[in-house]
């Protein structure tokens, strides 16, 4: 695992032998309180970027992190190979962690 040694930071890329890359990013909850409210009710943050485009993008996963053991909240994440666009039902503002796989 020492191709993760310079894997630091709330946003990031690593690219791994064979030509897979991992990309992420962390929404801190003082910007996710300014999530735009859909109509349905639902929050939503857009204009985030990864480190880099994806070529191909195979797979994006999203999660909220309330530090509480007891809550869960669905979140919905755009796959788009250059653009990051979150969807949640919460009305709490927690930090929103992405992570993309795919290659370049």
């Known amino acids: 695992m020492s191709f993760f040694n310079s894997a630091k930071g709330s946003t990031g890329k690593q690219l791994l032998p064979g030509g ?32 880099q485009s994806f070529g191909s993008l195979f797979a994006v996963f999203a999660t909220k992190v309330s530090g509480a053991t007891n809550e869960a909240y669905p979140v919905s994440v755009t796959r788009n190979t250059t653009d990051v666009t979150v969807t949640w039902g919460a009305r709490r503002a927690d930090d929103v962690h992405v992570l993309g796989i795919g290659t370049l």
């Open 20 to 51: 897979l890359i991992l990309q992420w990013l962390v929404i801190p909850s003082n910007v996710a309180i300014n999530a735009t409210v859909l109509a349905n009710g639902n929050y939503q943050l857009s204009g985030y970027k990864w480190p």
